[in-house]
Structure formats: C-alpha cells, structure tokens
C-alpha cells in the first residue's frame, strides 16, 4: 500500500510535551513536502530525514513516549539511545554523516551508505527544518534583488533570468525571479518535476520545446512583465544552444544537484531512465560523465560571463566540477555568498524560520502583522513580509522565513511565545534556520569562500556553535558534515526551539537564538570584517578581541 505523508493539525498531543510533539511534527512535515518521502528523501538528491523506515519508526516511537529530561541521540538518521538528562538538556541531539577528514570522500560515503553505516541529512533534512522550497526563497529573491540594484536600476523588469534545476530547493528560483519581476527560464530535466512546481505555484508555465520558452520570455521581457517558465531537457545542453543562438541573457545561474554526481545531476549523454539505472552499479561511469557534461555546461556559463551577463554559482559546486574536469578558470564565476550576502552574515541577517505547529496559516500571518508594525523601519523585512504573503504558498505546515539578524530573531522569538500563551495563536510555534547562516556552516566553496582572513574551512564555527547551542538549551541541536558529491566539502550545525508559551521556553529562545546569532558576528569579526565590529558595538556582543 501507497504511504500517505500528511501532517497533524491541531493541538492534541500525542507526546508527554509539546516540545516531543513539536520534533514529531517537523518530522512529519519535512516528509510531507519533501521530493521523494517514500524513500525518506527531502531535497538534494540524498538529504534523507531518517536512515531508513525502521529508524524513523524507531524515532516516531521514542518522540511519542520520551520524558522532558531526557535526550534522544541520533546518529546519521538512526536513533541511537535515549539517556536521562534534565528538562533544560535538548530533547535531541544528532551527529549526520560527520567522516574523518581523510577518509571524508564521496567513493566511502556511498559505500558506507549502502553498507547502512551512515546517511546525508543535507543540511535541514535530516534534522527536520526544511519547510519546502520556501526555505531558500528569500535568499534567492535577495540575490536578484542585489544584482537588479548593482546592475540594472534596481529593477528587473524586461530581464531575462537563466537557470536550472526545478527541484526541492531550485523550485524557488521561478518564484524569486517573478517577485523580483523578471522573465525567468527554468531548465529542468525531470518533466515530475515541473509539473510539482506549477501545482505548488512555484512556476507558472511549462514550454514544449526552445523556441517556445524563448518567444515566451523575449515577449514578456519586452513587455516588461514578470513570467516563469520552465522547460524540460538538459542544461549542460541548453545553455550552449542559447549561446549559440547568440542570445545572452542578463542573469544567468544554475540550481541541478550538480554537487552529486551519482545521485543528483544527470549528464546530457543520459536519460534520466538511464542515470537512474546507472546508480546502483555504475557509479564510475555516472561520476566521469557527469563531469564532462558540466564542463560543457560551466563552459557555457563562462561564454555568458564573458558576453556581459551576470553570472553566479548559487551553491551546488558545479565549479568544483568544472574545475576538477579541467575548466581552470571555472571560479571566475562568484559564488552568491561572498558575491551578494556576505555584508548580511557580518551582521548575522541570514534564513531565519518559523513553523506553525498546528497547522494553522492564521498563525503566521499574525506573526507577519507583528513583523509589519515592530519592523515599519525595515524595508528590507516589511518588503519581504509584504511580498511573501502575497506570493509565497504554504507547503505542509504554514512557515514564513525572514533574514533577520542578532538581538531581531530574539525579540520576535519571545514575542511570539508571549502570542501562544496569550492564546493570540493557535498552537505552538518552532524556530529554527537553514545552516547556511553566519555561526552554523565552513563550506568553502560556497559559505565561507575567500574569507578575508583565509578561514575558509576551519570548521571549528559550526562545531562551537552547536556546542554552544546545546549549553543554551535549544530543543534540537544537530552537526552535519556533507555527504554524498559534499562529502569532504563541508561542516554546518543546525538548531531548532520551540515557542510552547511557558516561560521555560522563552529562557530557551532567548538563550540559544541570542547566541547562535552571537557566535555567528563573532565568527566574521574573528575574519575582519568591518560590519561585524560595528554590530558588535551596536549590539554590545562580548566579543574578546586581540
Ligand atoms: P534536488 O535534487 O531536489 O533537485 C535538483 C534538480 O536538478 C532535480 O529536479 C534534477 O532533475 C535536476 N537536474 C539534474 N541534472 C540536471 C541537468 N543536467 N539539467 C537539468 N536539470 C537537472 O536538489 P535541490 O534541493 O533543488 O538543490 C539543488 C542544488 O542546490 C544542490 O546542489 C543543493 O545542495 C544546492 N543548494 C543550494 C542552496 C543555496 O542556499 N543556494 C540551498 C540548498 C541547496
């Protein structure tokens, strides 16, 4: 029989607590609107939410009946144990897909994976934050954003976006590129895909062949009008056709999974039938043509660049790729963080998120009045808030995200505590953040690439901040490493609290948000970086400086 992926409404606990309940629900959630639940997949390709169904069973059963002084242990997806602690201890703590240096290579991740001695949680799959295809929305939307008002007289309008990869985190990229009012064409090679996009109303229309897409996009682009369009093919092929064609368009990215070249990005010398059935036992072969394929495909992003597009590697290591196939100037093309968002993370502004855990949408637009009127200062959060209600559509349990920063998280954390137990909300409400923030991830071809300071892969951040995170009294704490085409590549700590409207809770939320958010100013100002000193001042951040 069929699984079915729902997740609860209401309040009724089927927990000892509702912080258990809360953890239980997010479980639910990130299945509920990841890409391939059936086989515990969330987003990127292998971002799995459990190692597999005897230990997300396993999970589901100890959240059920666990103590509130007592500490869930996973490791890679498997529940480990459950060891008395004490009511301000983290119900949870996770270790995900974390390999010794040495041995931290994609060829021993697959091989362990298969062996069950390990999973990849991705960065919120595995520690249940991932909120759909919402959670990098705004990044994405910030990003064009920065590069309308860089390049183009702060507006988008009649400019034509390129990118691919219509999947659990690409599928933001029509949406922010209609936001933004661009004309956006989505490349993507999986026809399921696309279809999930526009149902979801991430994407609004799916053109039958090139010449289709690009009539649609030069119509809307004279028009001035906002479009997204998504077409189904390769991109490693696309993109030199377009090229060819002598079109150039004014931004160009990519979103396939092309981190993984086994399990995520598909070689234009395959089918997907064919990469599919290639995975199991022929992983060489996926791994030396997708290689290729993405030469063709970075070489084109290249020809782009030096056309006089804006190009920008949005965080899948396809330049890695390139590079490692022979494209040696494949990093002339920036990665998005230090290109665009690195003044934010200075200042930890960066993803942060809220769920409402009964299930109920009012929830979070209360939360989003409260934003309006505390943040009337703020275009840049008013702005998004505005944009967000309007455009962005719920996926599973309603969630808004919103870059904001240190001191900002904590006082809409407790404020909103203040709402559950006035009864103003419906039920409790989760906080929590991608990894990709300022204190939580070392990714040095994408987070912390050329750090001022040269720190790019010290990965003692994320390790102190879940360190940190735990001695704060979060409800989950979790270090991952990357796996599977990220193995080797990365660290990140993730961190989730629950706002239950009781006091105890809003000590946690003041405790570990104020602090995560600390380490993560701390962090860029230990690498120089001019803004962080300034928060630090502003903010009165304790930072010992030598
Ligand atoms: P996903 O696996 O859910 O989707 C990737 C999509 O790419 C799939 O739909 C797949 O069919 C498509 N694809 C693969 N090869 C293709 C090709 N050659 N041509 C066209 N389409 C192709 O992954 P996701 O969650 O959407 O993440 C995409 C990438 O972005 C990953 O590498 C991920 O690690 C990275 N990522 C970046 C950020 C960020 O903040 N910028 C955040 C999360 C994830």
Known sequence: MKKTFDVTSGTELRCKGWRQEALLRLLENVLAVGEDPENLVVYAALGRAARDWPSHDAIVETLKTMEEDET???????????????????????????????????ENFYKWEKENLICWGGL??????????????????????????????????????????????????????????????????????????IEIGFLQYQAKDLDEALAMIQKAVEEKKAISVGLCGNAAEIYPEILKRGIVPDIVTDQTSAHDLVYGYVPHTRTLEEARSLRADHKDILMKEGRESIVQHVTAMLEFQKKGAIVFDNGNLIRTHAKDGGVEDAFDIPIFTEAFLRPLFCRAIGPFRWIALSNDAEDIRKIDDFLLERFADNDRVTNWIRLARENVPFEGLPARIAWIGHGERTELALAVNEMVKSGHLSGPVAFTRDHLDAGGMAHPNIMTEKMKDGSDAIADWPLLNAMMSCSSRADLVAIHSGGGGYAGYMTSAGITVVADGTDAAAQRLENSITNDTALGVMRYADAGYEESYDEIEKKNIKRIAL
Not at 125 to 148: H, K, L, P
Not at 169 to 187: E, F
């Open 72 to 106: 869930l242990i996973v490791q890679s997806g498997k529940p480990i144990g459950v060891m008395k602690t004490h009511v301000d201890a983290p119900l949870c703590v996770m270790a995900n897909c974390n390999i010794v240096g040495q041995w931290a290579k994609s």
């Open 124 to 197: 919120t799959a595995g520690d249940w934050q991932y909120i759909g295809s919402q959670g990098v929305i705004q990044g994405t939307y910030e990003i064009f954003s920065i590069i309308g008002e860089r390049h183009f007289d702060s507006n988008l309008a009649g400019r034509f976006i390129l990118t691919a990869g219509l999947g659990g985190m690409g599928g933001a990229q029509p949406l922010a590129g209609s936001m933004a009012n661009a004309a956006t064409l989505c490349i993507e090679i999986d026809p399921v895909r696309i279809q999930k996009r």
